[in-house]
């Protein structure tokens, strides 16, 4: 499948998915659902912009252009993770409202599960293939980690009807692997953008 196919399919489940997790997120009174919902927009985003660095590169030979883009999508991450775990350290500071654990349950496995997916369409190959398709692949491992977690969270939550600071914190954990793989990230497109070429993956990588 070619990588514009793929893109399509990730960046359609990437959609379906923010409106699930940010109307689940309001009604269940969780963060981590918003947060996985904040980072699922800023992919979509990205996997946006993707698609025109991929007709330039392909249409107009324009090989740099998913370098380019692969840094808008860094940028977009970084910013996203700070302002979660902004979010995240205020609603732990002032207490965290009653949070519906099993809507955080079911909504982020389905999440997990859909990302999962998505991962094994873009195939282990992509992290070779250029540093946009990396980078997707990236953001799409780390949202179905982030997702899991948060449904472990959820799960404790509905269990223990109690604990609702879990919430909180599992947005923040959200934030810290979003945050770790936007640095792995722009340390490679600034590596490739200071060499004047495309990126080429390293082997210690």
């Known amino acids: 499948m070619t990588q514009r196919r793929r893109i399509t399919v990730v960046l359609a ?3 379906v998915m923010i409106a699930g997790l940010v109307v689940a997120g309001l009604a269940a009174h969780s963060i981590g659902l918003l947060s996985e919902g904040g980072d699922f927009l800023a992919d979509s985003a990205a996997l946006g912009l993707g698609m025109l660095a991929i007709h330039l590169r392909d249409r107009h030979r324009n090989r740099a252009a998913t370098t380019w883009v692969a840094l808008v999508n860094g940028v977009w991450l970084l910013v996203l993770s700070v302002g979660l775990a902004v979010a995240a350290v205020r609603r732990l500071v002032s207490g965290s409202p ?42 799409t491992i780390a949202d179905g980690a982030a997702a899991a977690v948060v449904a472990v969270v959820g799960l404790v939550i509905a269990l ?27 340390r490679d497109v600034v590596r490739a953008l200071r060499a004047g070429t495309t990126y080429e993956p390293s082997l210690d990588d």
């Open 98 to 139: 009653e949070v519906h654990g099993w809507t955080v349950l079911v909504v982020s496995a389905i999440a997990a599960v859909a990302m999962l997916a998505a991962a094994l369409l873009l195939g282990a190959d992509a992290a070779s293939e250029d540093l946009h398709m990396r980078s997707i692949l990236l953001d």
């Open 13 to 15: 489940l990437n959609l």
């Open 160 to 186: 223990a009807d109690r604990w609702y600071w879990l919430d909180s914190a599992a947005a923040l954990l959200v934030s810290a692997v979003v945050l770790l793989a936007v640095v792995n990230l722009l």
